[in-house]
């Protein structure tokens, strides 16, 4: 082996690592919006602007990607050169990184000018820029409290200048493409580097993100389902060489009724084996998308399907979703009640409903009441039942694996391998 060739291998044994990133807990958007009396308003909201989305009525629509009212884990990243703070989601169900851009909030002159973005009732299904849309008659500045990128900061900064756009339910992040130093990691935190890592700089968002305790969100899905086909900043950080292994751990803490206090830890480059057990078993991926497998089984109490489905390990659902027929057996099992206001299943809080078992693989994998009882966070003392009615329409996973599941077991994400396995989490 040459010299160069030695000093190149030596090099990047420096720099792998593997990295633990602490979590913080929030109050998700859905419970907010329950405790404001908001949230049926909100989805009726969304499914219009579905029926909008589906017809082709909607102005330009980039990818459809999932919402994030569920979302209650958020962990701290840096861009540029000095390093600027950022709180993000860090979502195994999707694959882009975006925050807000300095520039993010700035209300379009055209708002006015266009009758589908000065009309409050047609701006947030019609209208193009949803800068133009929010909470107000007209408009609101839905990066009124988040932390924004000003790359004029950064020595490390690239421009791109690529628009990209991603469509949620109730709107969508818009803004242009740049390029700098990431780390996984907040300033004063164990931190995992990557440079040249291409993100969004969002100059508009949707009028459901104000006021959220996040700024931006971190994708760790893979490419294939990138908007634009941007590497993520995970397999981006593999490829370069800067992890031990090509993997990484998530342990979530228990959910309660606190918030902003630790919510478990990302271990980037290795296996948590100071939270998680011995990996119980791999499942490998029957598509390198999402984080999607085949679950053969699932039930609870005296009910059980053995049907067979298509499902996803994604941390960006606070809930496990699936068809609603299978979803009111294991409900019904559990005594629990819809609510249709809602779109959840409810419980009294305290009570101590039959485990939801999960089987992939030749195992059997049992969620216990204390990841499947959830505060509503309206006052009352009723509890979520953790699995609710959620409908791909034929596209996609028929199952959503959240953060129930993973808080029961840590989720091991092998990205090289294309699989994911399943540890006993040790939190009592």
Same mark, same amino acid.
């Given at each position: ?35 404001? @009396? ?77 009758? $589908? ?7 947030? +299904? ?26 004029? $900061? ?101 959910? @309660? ?12 480059? @290795? ?35 053995? $049907? ?20 009111? @057996? ?62 791909? +329409? ?35």
């Amino acid at each position: 082996m040459s010299r160069t060739l030695i000093l190149l291998a030596l090099v990047a044994c420096a720099y792998s690592a593997v990295v633990q990133v602490p979590l913080l807990k929030v109050e998700s958007i859905r419970n907010r919006m329950i405790r404001q @009396g908001t949230y049926a308003e909100y989805l009726k909201t969304k499914e219009l602007r579905r029926l909008y989305i589906n017809r082709g009525e909607a102005a330009t629509v980039g990818q459809i990607v999932s919402d994030y009212e569920d979302e209650a884990y958020v962990g701290n990243i840096t861009i540029g050169n000095p390093q600027q703070q950022f709180k993000v989601i860090l979502d195994t169900g999707s694959s882009n990184l975006w925050i807000p851009d300095i520039t993010c909030g700035t209300k379009p002159i055209n708002c006015q000018s266009d009758p $589908k973005c000065s009309s409050s009732l047609l701006c947030q +299904f019609e209208c193009e820029d949803q800068a133009c849309c929010g909470a107000g008659p007209n408009y609101t500045d839905s990066c009124l409290l988040q932390a924004k990128f000003d790359s004029s $900061k950064s020595k490390t900064y690239v421009a791109n200048g690529q628009n990209f756009i991603i469509e949620y339910g109730t709107g969508s992040a818009r803004g242009f493409l740049g390029q700098d130093t990431i780390t996984f990691g907040g300033v004063g935190e164990p931190q995992l580097t990557v440079p040249n890592q291409v993100f969004g700089q969002a100059t508009s968002l949707a009028a459901f993100f104000e006021g959220q305790p996040l700024d931006g969100i971190l994708g760790l899905a893979f490419k294939s389902i990138a908007v634009d086909q941007i590497t993520p900043p995970f397999i981006n950080a593999v490829n370069q060489g800067l992890v031990d292994q090509p993997i990484f751990t998530v342990f979530l803490e228990h959910e @309660g009724d606190q918030n902003g206090v630790p919510g478990g830890v990302y271990t980037y480059g @290795g296996l948590d084996t100071t939270n998680c057990g011995p990996v119980l078993a791999y499942q490998q991926l029957s598509s390198a998308t999402y984080y999607q497998f085949k679950m053969s089984a699932i039930g609870a109490g005296s009910y059980k399907s053995t $049907k067979g489905w298509q499902v996803i390990s994604d941390t960006g659902t606070s809930l496990i979703g699936g068809p609603a027929s299978i979803v009111s @057996g294991i409900a019904s099992a559990a005594g629990a009640t819809y609510n249709s206001t809602y779109g959840v299943y409810l419980v009294p809080c305290g009570t101590k409903v039959p485990t939801v078992d999960i089987t992939i693989g030749s195992n059997v994998y049992s969620v216990d009441s204390s990841n499947t009882v959830i505060p509503l966070g309206d006052g009352s003392n009723n509890c979520i039942f953790a699995v609710f009615p959620f409908n791909s +329409f034929g596209f996609g996973p028929s199952w959503i694996l959240g953060d129930p599941f993973i808080r029961q077991y840590c989720n091991v994400y092998d990205v090289t391998n294309q699989r994911v396995g399943f540890a006993k989490s040790l939190q009592k």
